[in-house]
């Protein structure tokens, strides 16, 4: 079954001969169904009319004989009351009526009680037929007192000619007759006589069971009370009534149709006897008061009907499946493109771009499918053929790109610390493009004790701001190498810039000269944001700076510059706009308050390290949202020279014991310094862990070296520094122990880096050469006065 | 540092006298190793134990696993406001029983 | 020659005598299941048991069972009770042996719709059989002062059917399942109950003269009888069959159905009012109410009692 089901579904020309066969079935049973009733109509009406015809022309024909009966007995009766006087004579009368009428088998005249007084009760001349003779008798005896016989008594009643109730005959011969009484009145209209005529049934009965209209027909007579006088089954005759044998039945119809008959209708019902169905067809026998009835099948009268219908069924059928299958041949002749095209776009579709499409010799539909396909065939080749050229474009492109911003990277210093040797100069940078290459920029370099620097943007990102860009890093270093102001490189810069501007692009710059000797910077500002000035004792405040104007825009701009004097031990973090128009996912801005905050509160000097909080602290605020512009920072920080200030240093050996000695050292450090016990204690904490770290880790088993200490005391804070020239060590790679494992769980190391970061406001490692150096800052109160 | 070790009430008291640092460490661990017995009570006496680093703390630690371990009991009691300090700030004081 | 005539002479003597002893039993009418009882106990061999020989002639359809009693042709008979009074109050040497009938089978039968009540008879024509009951109709006639114009059939209803008539005395077991079956359904039916005269009917009667002469074979003959009925009341379905054997054997046209409710009919009649069970006996105060009646309409001058309508 369910494969036929795919059949179904999958064959159009099935589907659609399916569909014209439903149709067509649909129609053909409607007008069927139409003609049918009409024909049964039509039929029924014909056999009714049939059977009904027949009925009539045998009831004709008993009428006929009933009347000529009557008729000579009525005659009779006159020749009777002519011959009153002669009683002998009567007995002629009697003779002369049976012989005239081969339908009456006897005839008498009977009078009432005592009308011959001669004759006594009786008297009643009879004359019969037997054996081929007319013979005469009295038929009134003791056993047989005629005057209270029906046919005596019931005319004698009703003052009428009276056809009496078929009986049977008293020679016992299984005779069924009737006796037309006909009433005879003397002169003064008294009732005298009663002459009858004597008919057998027999003639009847063949009359009736003749009416054969169709082949199972049977028929019946009844009298006046149903009681049968003609049936088929002779048991029935005269013993039971049509009433009677109807209700044995449970057939109310039937009741309502002897009603009908012994009522004197005609007309036609309806019954069932042993599963089949009858119609029976009825009239009656005026003269006599009784009915004749034939019951015809049901199925011999449609008999016609039903062997039409059969031959029309089965020629039906046979009709509708040739012609479904013919149907079916010629859709699926005609829709056989279809599934050539078909094919042929599987064909395509599995990658044989170039399948030829069959040939369509028609110039309908599928004509126009083809056509349809075949500009298909060639969009597709087409595209196909571009797409391979665009991307074999883009993927140059991505490979330029890539190519293009390690050339931009390497145009920017990346080395880290740039002047390790100088300890009063220290800067980093971090420039992150928002796509592969930028437009933001950097550069410093250190020429006659002067730090020169520019920081810079590009208007718009990707490939044009790169271009800029790079030209921009490249005049810079070539015209600071011998203009000396930063207002004068500034407006070089700009001149340069102007000229074939011709996609109008600009940049901003922050250009600045720091003298190192004295700490003066002079600067020139080009419509770039300004720098944050981190002071020595903590806080930040921004650089107030003139913005001038934008390179690029206007050759011939008069630049201000302008100078500050930076204090040791103070930053300045330069930004490009990218940093404080970071945004989230809500569009916020990162915002140049949140910088600032983050700045004021950097307790650190080290240019990485803030550096590193305040990228840091943008990836917080924007999460996961897409960069949207070029990130640079360029921080400096202008420490103390050497020798200046407060300088402790002491020298270590790799051995244990020595951190007795270094105990020892700050021990006299903090009393010196006036520090608080605690204090005191945590600085010892924290020394002892680096300093163990180094002692136990820094170098090989067994080899003795030595390293140094030195502890600067600037402002609030303590920095110390460890150098050494072990192996190189991280201590701020290991990550924190985490305190709130159970004790089971918890691993017996970690602590010591955990402790020194708890402690310390700032740890930073650095490897220059060959040396470790770790740097720590403890920010100590203020000294209250004197100790 | 110095080490006294008395016996007090059923229980073993290690007196902590001085420094408990990198150098010193190393003694302590080794004088409390014999002192681990099944169900034994240590108490560590801090009251003039002036300081301690994270070797110290490591010996602590160690001391009180290896108690656990047998089914002991380890208590650390009189420390001073910065070791108390040192140990608050390392989570030693939730782990430890501390009088 | 002498031993052979005397050897004649003593069968025939014998067969006489056989003969004299022979109870010739004529129902009232022609074979039926009026008279099943008496078919059973005939080919069930009860009368044979009993030790009497029963022979049972019909009588034609004009002529009484009475008059074949009083010829000699038959010496037991049924016959009604009010008959039965009747006639032995007038001389006729009969003896009622066995009561079947308890309650009256006969009705009106109304013809004409505006019929309501007994009374609504007034000078109409009723049908009525030419042997029994015409007499006791004729003492109800007077009873309601009715003036009834009876109107005499044989057999059929055809009287009633033509409509000759305007009421029809009739049998609950014979005409009234004629008329039903002729279409007149739902005809109004006067019971005798319903105007004061249900009295019993049939009766078994045996001439004096052989109930004096064999009175054991009388009682015999009249125990092998009931034994017949009460055979039937338990065997309706084999009684029936016998009824129709016996009609066949008279050649007497039987419709099966007919019979069927006719046994029924009888059966139920045997009852008292307010009975399941047949008494056989007879009722002294309906014997007494027949009395009156009769005596009433001078039709006797003195009642009757139980015990001399059983000949005792």
Not at chain 1, 27 to 35: G, K, M, P
Not at chain 1, 245 to 264: F, P
Not at chain 3, 87 to 103: A, D, K, P, W
């Amino acid at each position: 079954m369910i494969r036929l089901d795919k059949i179904f579904t999958r064959s159009f020309p099935l589907r659609l001969s399916l569909v014209v066969l439903g149709l067509v079935s649909l129609l053909s049973a409607i007008t069927y169904a139409v003609n049918a009733r009409s024909a049964r109509k039509y039929v029924r009406h014909e056999s009714i009319e049939h059977a009904q015809s027949a009925l009539e022309n045998t009831i004709l024909r008993i009428d006929n004989v009933l009347q000529s009966v009557e008729v000579a007995i009525q005659n009779q009766s006159w020749m009777v009351k002519e011959n009153l006087k002669y009683p002998e004579r009567l007995y002629s009368i009697t003779e002369h009526i049976v012989q005239n009428n081969d339908f009456i088998a006897g005839s008498a005249i009977a009078f009432e009680p005592h009308y011959y007084k001669e004759h006594g009760l009786f008297f009643s001349p009879y004359s019969y037929r037997e054996g081929g003779e007319i013979k005469s008798k009295q038929l009134g005896t003791r056993d047989y007192h005629y005057h209270y016989m029906d046919w005596y008594q019931i005319p004698r009643l009703l003052n009428t000619p009276y056809w009496s109730e078929p009986y049977y005959d008293e020679g016992g011969a299984n005779i069924i007759m009737t006796t037309y009484s006909y009433p005879i009145y003397d002169q003064q209209g008294k009732f005298i006589a009663i002459i009858t005529a004597d008919l057998s049934l027999e003639w009847f009965a063949e009359q009736v069971n003749s009416i054969k209209p169709y082949p199972n027909a049977y028929n019946m007579m009844i009298g006046r009370g149903g009681t049968f006088l003609v049936h088929d089954r002779k048991e029935q005759i005269l013993n039971e009534t049509m009433f009677a044998s109807a209700r044995s039945n449970d057939d109310e119809g039937l009741v309502a149709v002897a009603h009908e008959m012994v009522g004197g209708q005609r007309g036609m019902g309806e019954f069932e006897r042993q599963g089949k169905h009858f119609y029976l067809f009825y009239a009656p026998v005026k003269a006599t008061g009784w009915s004749v009835a034939v019951a015809c099948l049901h199925s011999d009268i449609f008999a016609g009907v039903e062997s039409a219908r059969k031959y029309s069924y089965i020629l039906g059928i046979i009709g509708l499946m040739l012609m479904t299958f013919i149907c079916f041949l010629t859709i699926r002749r005609m829709t056989a493109p279809l599934t050539l095209i078909a094919d042929a776009a599987m064909d395509i579709a599995q990658g044989n771009l170039k399948t030829k499409l069959p040939e369509i010799s028609s110039h309908d539909e599928m004509r126009t499918l083809h056509d349809s396909f075949a500009d298909m065939q060639q969009s597709l080749l087409r595209y196909i053929d571009e797409l391979k050229t665009s991307t074999a474009n883009k993927e140059r492109i991505e490979s330029e790109l890539r190519i293009a911003r390690s050339i931009q990277m390497g145009m920017v210093p990346k080395i880290f610390p740039p002047f390790p040797e100088r300890e009063d100069i220290d800067l980093y940078a971090k420039l992150r493009p928002a796509r592969e290459v930028g437009g933001d920029l950097y550069d410093f370099f250190i020429e006659d004790e002067k730090l020169y620097f520019i920081i810079g943007d590009v208007s718009g990102k990707g490939v044009p701001a790169s271009l800029v860009m790079a030209v921009t890093c490249r005049l810079f270093r070539t015209i600071a190498s011998y203009i000396t102001t930063p207002e004068g490189i500034v407006a070089t810069l700009n001149e340069a810039l102007s000229e074939s501007n011709e996609s109008n692009m600009f940049c901003t710059a922050f250009v600045g000269i720091l003298d190192l000797k004295s700490g003066e910077l002079n600067y020139c500002n080009a419509g770039h944001n300004p720098p944050v000035v981190l002071l020595p004792k903590g806080g930040a405040t921004t650089l107030s700076v003139i913005p001038n104007l934008a390179l690029g825009i206007w050759n011939g701009f008069a630049y201000q510059g302008e100078t500050y004097q930076m204090q040791r031990g103070s930053m300045l973090f330069m930004y490009t706009d990218g940093v404080t128009e970071a945004e989230d996912v809500n569009k916020v801005l990162y915002g140049d308050q949140r910088l600032l905050e983050l700045l004021e509160k950097q307790p650190s000097r080290s240019p990485r390290i803030i550096t590193d909080h305040v990228l840091s602290d943008i990836a917080l605020h924007a999460k996961d949202a897409e960069q949207s512009d070029d990130i640079t920072i360029l921080c400096c920080s202008l420490d103390y020279l050497p020798d200046e200030q407060d300088c402790r240093k002491i020298v270590l050996h790799n051995r244990i014991e020595e951190i007795g000695r270094m105990a020892t050292f700050l021990e006299e450090m903090g009393e010196e310094l006036n520090l608080s016990p605690e204090v005191s204690f945590n600085i010892h904490l924290a020394l002892e862990e680096a300093v163990s770290n180094v002692i136990m880790y820094a170098y090989p088993q067994g080899e003795e070296h030595a390293f140094a200490l030195t502890v600067r005391h600037v402002d609030n804070r303590l920095i110390f520094k460890i150098i050494d020239t072990g192996k190189e060590f991280d201590p701020t790679r290991q990550p924190d122990a985490d305190v709130t494992l159970s004790l089971e769980e918890r691993p017996i190391g970690g602590l010591g880096i955990f402790l020194i970061r708890r402690i310390m406001q700032a740890v930073e490692y650095r490897r220059v050469g060959d040396k470790n150096i770790l740097t720590m800052v403890k920010v100590i109160e203020e000294e209250v006065t004197e100790n | 540092m110095d080490i006294t070790i008395l016996k007090e009430n059923g229980a073993t008291i290690v007196n902590i006298v001085g420094r408990l640092d990198t150098v010193t460490s190393p003694e302590l661990d080794q004088a409390v190793k014999p002192l681990i017995d099944l169900g034994a009570t240590i108490v560590f006496d801090c009251e003039q134990m002036d300081y301690v680093s994270s070797s110290g703390l490591r010996v602590v630690l160690s001391t009180h696993k290896q108690l656990a371990a047998v089914g002991g009991r380890f208590i650390v009691r009189n420390l001073n406001n910065e070791v108390r300090s040192v140990f608050d700030l390392t989570g030693f004081s939730r782990l430890l029983t501390i009088e | 020659m002498k031993l052979k005539q005397l050897l004649i002479a003593l069968m025939v003597f014998v067969g006489v005598g056989a003969q004299a002893q022979q109870i010739v039993f004529t129902p009232q009418w022609t074979a039926q299941s009026q008279f099943a009882g008496y078919y059973v106990a005939q080919e069930m061999g009860f009368y044979e048991e009993a030790g009497v020989d029963v022979v049972i002639e019909h009588t034609s359809t004009s002529d009484f069972a009475l008059n074949r009693l009083l010829r000699g042709q038959s010496n037991a008979i049924t016959m009604l009770l009010f008959d039965a009074i009747s006639h032995i109050s007038q001389g006729v040497e009969i003896v009622n042996v066995l009561q079947t009938s308890q309650r009256s089978g006969h009705v009106i039968v109304v013809r004409d719709d505006n019929i309501k009540k007994i009374e609504d008879l007034q000078g109409l024509r009723v049908g009525i059989w030419r042997s029994n009951f015409n007499q006791l109709a004729d003492l109800i006639n007077l009873d309601y002062g009715l003036n009834i114009e009876w109107i005499t059939f044989i057999q059929s209803i055809n009287l009633y059917i033509s409509g000759a008539i305007d009421a029809t005395l009739a049998m609950t077991y014979n005409e009234l399942y004629w008329i039903r079956s002729s279409g007149f359904e739902n005809k109004r039916v006067i019971s005798m109950d319903e105007i004061g005269h249900d009295y019993p009917d049939e009766g078994l009667y045996v001439s004096r003269e052989y109930c004096e002469k064999y009175p054991d074979k009388a009682r015999a003959f009249a125990e092998a009888s009931r034994r017949g009925w009460e055979w039937a009341r338990q065997n309706p379905e084999k009684t029936l069959e016998i009824v129709l054997k016996v009609m066949e054997r008279e050649h007497v046209p039987a419709s099966r159905r007919h019979q069927e409710w006719m046994l029924n009919e009888v059966l139920k009649l045997q009852c008292p009012q307010g009975a399941s069970e047949p008494s056989f006996a007879l009722d002294p105060e309906k014997v007494d109410a027949l009395n009156r009646l009769l005596v009433r309409y001078g039709r006797i001058n003195k009642g009757l009692s139980v015990e001399q309508l059983q000949g005792r």
